[in-house]
């Protein structure tokens, strides 16, 4: 009995977050995800993502699952300390703080990536003040044909930038707007779960009304961060879940 005790705390202390709020059981997650993005692009080199089969379909889907994961990671690790604020009085996350410590964390090592790309492979665009300042700064996605341009994993990175400068005014608009006359802590989760859904209404929306309907060479429409909101929502659920627990308020069983 002792014996399985133990390997339950062991099994506790994985899950749940250590100190800094960080969940070291999600590195294999990231893990999982970072070898879905590497063998889905060895495969289309290798055209076999595109061939017959019953691999093919599984090779050429690696990529989104890879995508997917990293995205709603994204929403449930950066989420959280606001989810936090939006259900427990107290201090809110300092905002220039919040983007400072992101933009430090993907911007030299992304330049440093594709300083070294420039240099080893080269660029197939004309060199200029304009074009180094838009793949430098992770803006390709938002001039036309320039999606995919210098290093094409970026389109990713591009997306979680813009994360970053819309949660903090996401998680305002949920805890300050929807949440405003909220007098209960089951008020709070009520205004939290609406903001959520609302995200994944807008997300389904954007996706049918304008990334639908941007087919065109140049059209970049659906590399824009609202075309995948909903991906990032649902680990913003996941970090309101955790929260709530936190609170020591049990979850939903059904």
């Known amino acids: 009995m002792e014996e399985t005790q133990q390997r339950w705390q062991r099994i506790v202390g994985i899950a749940e977050p250590h100190r800094g709020g960080r969940f070291a059981a999600l590195d294999g997650y990231r893990a999982l995800a970072a070898i879905g993005v590497l063998v889905y692009h060895v495969a289309g080199n290798a055209r076999l993502t595109t061939g017959g089969g019953p691999v093919a379909p599984l090779l050429a889907n690696l990529g989104n699952f890879g995508v997917a994961v990293f995205f709603l990671l994204s929403g449930f690790l950066l989420y959280r300390p606001f989810a936090d604020a939006g259900l427990r ?3 809110t996350p300092r905002w220039g703080r919040f983007w400072r410590h992101r933009l430090l964390r993907i911007y030299p090592a992304y ?4 300083t070294a790309y420039t240099w080893l492979i080269g660029l197939r665009m004309e060199i200029n003040v304009e074009n180094m300042a838009t793949i430098y700064l992770l803006a390709q996605s938002y001039r036309p044909y320039f999606g995919f341009a210098a290093l094409s994993v970026a389109w990713t990175l591009c997306i979680e930038v813009s994360f ?3 949660l903090p005014f ?3 608009a949920i805890r300050r707007g929807i949440g405003a006359r909220a007098r209960s802590a089951r008020a709070a989760l009520q205004a939290q779960l609406l ?3 609302a995200l ?3 997300a389904y ?8 309907q941007a087919t065109g060479p140049g059209d970049n429409q659906h590399l824009w961060l609202p075309n995948y909101l909903d991906w990032f929502g649902l680990g913003m659920l996941l970090a309101i879940a955790v929260v709530w627990r936190d609170l020591g308020h049990p979850l939903p069983r059904s």
């Open 205 to 212: 929306t954007y996706r049918v009304t304008v990334a639908a």
């Open 89 to 91: 009085p107290g201090s």
């Open 164 to 166: 970053y400068v819309a």
């Open 170 to 172: 996401i998680a305002w």
């Open 111 to 114: 330049w440093v990536a594709l």
């Open 195 to 197: 903001g959520i859904a």
């Open 200 to 202: 994944v209404v807008f």
